[in-house]
């Protein structure tokens, strides 16, 4: 869509925070206009100013440690950055609404979700309770929440992820604002729902004539949105121009380094591209940066499409009785099959998880949620198999119960031979030294109070390894350095951390007891695109590195291909296909798969130009 009149125009804006070292220009002397209807992507990394860019529009950035310096932000020819607080606090939600990033964190726990909705309404709308829950529920059904009525009256807990953000889109729409800020409205969603949501919003700003600042890690997803695109790093805009532009001609290092870093399902790359490919920034005293653009050779290249082993599959007669002979999966270049015979590391047969429904004064059992329902898949040593679907499909709940944290129902795991279900006491702690499981979230599955020195140290000292603190210690720095920390960082805690880095330590404190198997449970998921890609080179490197295995738990298809060897693709608790991943990308055989596929945003520019 064209803009024909211009809604919003920053310039020069300057935010700075107060912190322990000195004043950081968060957003450093920015300048953008986003016209009426029209979409403009505000893309780049955590640590980048986007976020604080919405919050600076909103007026809503903490007054104790944080300052709009410098600049002005006209909205409809009113400085923002000036207008008297009573003014802006009409403006905001009436004029200019906001979805927030974590919808979980963003809706109240304790208050029904059509209650918080309905709030909003009457705050702005000065309408009674009855109106403002009658244009919830119009809302509500916009958005596409199924069963309106009865939703208006669930709680938080009660929804899906997809859900709950479609409840923070109707609340930022409540009073119709002419500017929409959507903050990472789809990281961390399965890529079916994110692809519902950014069709949602398009459908909402042509509806409504609205128009849309979103603000993302992922080209990937601009590409499916916006009309222009504003590439902002460490503060600054480095580019921004029309979104065919930036994705034919980028001018910056910065973003052609964005850009490569997300893995495509054509991608021939055994390592990914990284923005350090792309050039090399330096600080300088007063915060700004020198860019030193670097060129990524063919000979580089090259490289990346070569450095590391290829697919190894199952053995030849597997694949062909599964409907996958080995000659499908022949453009993923050295390929190699499991020998005939070998005895696999990890099976799973005919695996039942099912919690029960309770009903009645007597809490009886009326029925069972079938988590995972009847499930069998093999996996050999030194393979990566990857386990793909939506939220609620059965995978995590299958990787957790291969590391007992989950009770099965009925059928058997057997860990090189030996049945696990029987294991407890010492036979359980010597199989979790060897199987260990890397959690999506490394903030809430690293201990605050811990130093990472105990965080390393504490698995070591449970399964009795190292002969001494010292020793225990020696070790742990030796981990971090695997994984691209540094020493130092040992007595620093997980809130100092990035994102990135804090999975690098959950990585690190999974090999602290020399495992053989990892599962890494959505392990890159809420990571920016340049973090992921160097996870996920670096979960290649030490397999390779220490002859692990792997189970990749994923829902986006385009990740689990690049670093999986066979894939599972579960829907329902159920396995729906299995086969290399290569061959299941060219061939799928179930329509389940084929929707996966098509909900990947597409960066090929015939796409982006239609």
């Known amino acids: 869509?064209?803009?024909?009149?211009?809604?919003?125009?920053?310039?020069?804006?300057?935010?700075?925070?107060?912190?322990?070292?000195?004043?950081?220009?968060?957003?450093?002397?920015?300048?953008?206009?986003?016209?009426?209807?029209?979409?403009?992507?505000?893309?780049?990394?955590?640590?980048?100013?986007?976020?604080?860019?919405?919050?600076?529009?909103?007026?809503?950035?903490?007054?104790?440690?944080?300052?709009?310096?410098?600049?002005?932000?006209?909205?409809?020819?009113?400085?923002?950055?000036?207008?008297?607080?009573?003014?802006?606090?009409r403006i905001r939600g009436s004029e200019i609404g906001m979805i927030f990033q974590e919808p979980g964190t963003s809706l109240n726990p304790v208050f029904r979700v059509g209650?918080?909705?309905?709030?909003?309404?009457?705050?702005?709308?000065?309408?009674?309770?009855?109106?403002?829950?009658?244009?919830?529920?119009?809302?509500?059904?916009?958005?596409?929440?199924?069963?309106?009525?009865?939703?208006?009256?669930?709680?938080?807990?009660?929804?899906?992820?997809?859900?709950?953000?479609?409840?923070?889109?109707?609340?930022?729409?409540?009073?119709?604002?002419?500017?929409?800020?959507?903050?990472?409205?789809?990281?961390?969603?399965?890529?079916?729902?994110?692809?519902?949501?950014?069709d949602l919003l398009r459908q909402l700003r042509d509806q409504r004539g609205m128009s849309i600042l979103f603000i993302t890690h992922d080209l990937g997803v601009i590409a499916e949105i916006a009309d222009r695109v504003a590439v902002m790093f460490r503060g600054r805009l480095v580019e921004q121009g029309p979104v065919e532009q930036i994705f034919r001609?980028?001018?910056?290092?910065?973003?052609?380094?964005?850009?490569?870093?997300?893995?495509?399902?054509?991608?021939?790359?055994?390592?990914?591209?990284?923005?350090?490919?792309?050039?090399?920034?330096?600080?300088?005293?007063?915060?700004?940066?020198?860019?030193?653009?670097?060129?990524?050779?063919?000979?580089?290249?090259?490289?990346?499409?070569?450095?590391?082993?290829g697919r190894l599959l199952h053995p030849r007669a597997e694949l062909k009785k599964l409907g996958h002979p080995v000659e499908e999966a022949?453009?993923?270049?050295?390929?190699?099959?499991?020998?005939?015979?070998?005895?696999?590391?990890?099976?799973?047969?005919?695996?039942?998880?099912?919690?029960?429904?309770?009903?009645?004064?007597f809490r009886s059992v009326v029925g069972n949620v079938k988590a995972v329902d009847g499930i069998s898949f093999k996996v050999y040593r030194g393979q990566t198999l990857g386990l793909?679907?939506?939220?609620?499909?059965?995978k995590t709940t299958t990787g957790r119960a291969i590391v007992k944290l989950v009770p099965t129902t009925a059928g058997r795991i057997a860990y090189d031979g030996v049945d696990i279900n029987s294991f407890q006491g010492e036979d359980l702690q010597r199989y979790r030294s060897k199987m260990q499981i890397i959690f999506q979230d490394p903030y809430s599955s690293l201990n605050p109070r811990m130093t990472v020195e105990a965080v390393l140290t504490e698995a070591m000292q449970i399964h009795g390894m190292g002969s001494s603190?010292?020793?225990?210690?020696?070790?742990?720095?030796?981990?971090?350095?695997?994984?691209?920390?540094?020493?130092?960082?040992?007595?620093?805690?997980?809130?100092?951390?990035s994102g990135g880095q804090r999975q690098r330590i959950s990585i690190a404190r999974a090999l602290a007891v020399e495992p053989e198997f990892l599962i890494c449970d959505e392990s890159v998921?809420?990571?920016?695109?340049?973090?992921?890609?160097?996870?996920?080179?670096?979960?290649?490197?030490?397999?390779?590195?220490?002859?692990?295995?792997?189970?990749?738990?994923s829902h986006d298809l385009s990740v689990v291909k690049f670093m999986s060897d066979m894939m599972a693709v579960m829907s329902e608790g159920k396995i729906v296909e299995f086969g290399p991943s290569e061959a299941i990308y060219a061939h799928p055989k179930h329509d389940y798969t084929r929707k996966l596929i098509s909900s990947i945003p597409d960066v090929a520019l015939e796409h982006i130009e239609q």
């Open 330 to 361: 022949a453009t993923a270049g050295a390929l190699t099959t499991v020998p005939e015979g070998q005895r696999p590391l990890l099976s799973l047969d005919d695996l039942q998880i099912y919690y029960p429904i309770r009903k009645g004064l």
């Open 115 to 198: 209650q918080q909705v309905a709030e909003a309404i009457q705050l702005h709308e000065k309408v009674n309770f009855r109106e403002a829950k009658k244009r919830t529920i119009a809302l509500f059904r916009e958005v596409g929440i199924p069963e309106p009525e009865r939703r208006f009256d669930s709680f938080p807990h009660e929804m899906s992820g997809g859900q709950k953000q479609r409840v923070m889109i109707a609340m930022a729409l409540s009073c119709n604002p002419k500017l929409l800020i959507a903050d990472e409205p789809t990281t961390a969603l399965d890529v079916t729902i994110q692809k519902q949501i950014l």
């Open 249 to 309: 001609r980028p001018q910056h290092p910065y973003t052609k380094g964005l850009l490569a870093c997300r893995p495509r399902l054509e991608t021939k790359f055994r390592r990914l591209p990284t923005v350090s490919d792309f050039m090399d920034a330096t600080r300088r005293p007063d915060g700004s940066y020198d860019i030193i653009e670097k060129e990524l050779t063919p000979a580089r290249l090259a490289l990346l499409e070569s450095t590391g082993r």
């Open 1 to 89: 869509m064209i803009a024909d009149a211009t809604l919003l125009k920053i310039d020069g804006l300057t935010t700075v925070f107060r912190t322990d070292e000195g004043p950081l220009k968060a957003v450093n002397e920015l300048s953008l206009q986003l016209g009426t209807g029209e979409t403009l992507g505000l893309v780049g990394e955590s640590g980048s100013g986007k976020s604080v860019t919405s919050l600076s529009i909103m007026r809503l950035l903490p007054t104790v440690s944080a300052t709009l310096a410098s600049g002005t932000i006209s909205y409809l020819g009113k400085d923002l950055v000036r207008l008297p607080e009573p003014q802006m606090r």
């Open 525 to 553: 998921s809420a990571l920016d695109v340049s973090v992921q890609a160097q996870v996920l080179n670096l979960l290649k490197n030490l397999q390779e590195q220490r002859n692990l295995t792997y189970i990749f738990i």
């Open 469 to 497: 603190r010292r020793d225990r210690r020696e070790k742990a720095a030796q981990l971090l350095v695997e994984v691209g920390l540094e020493p130092l960082h040992l007595r620093r805690y997980p809130h100092e951390f």
């Open 388 to 394: 793909v679907g939506e939220s609620g499909c059965g």
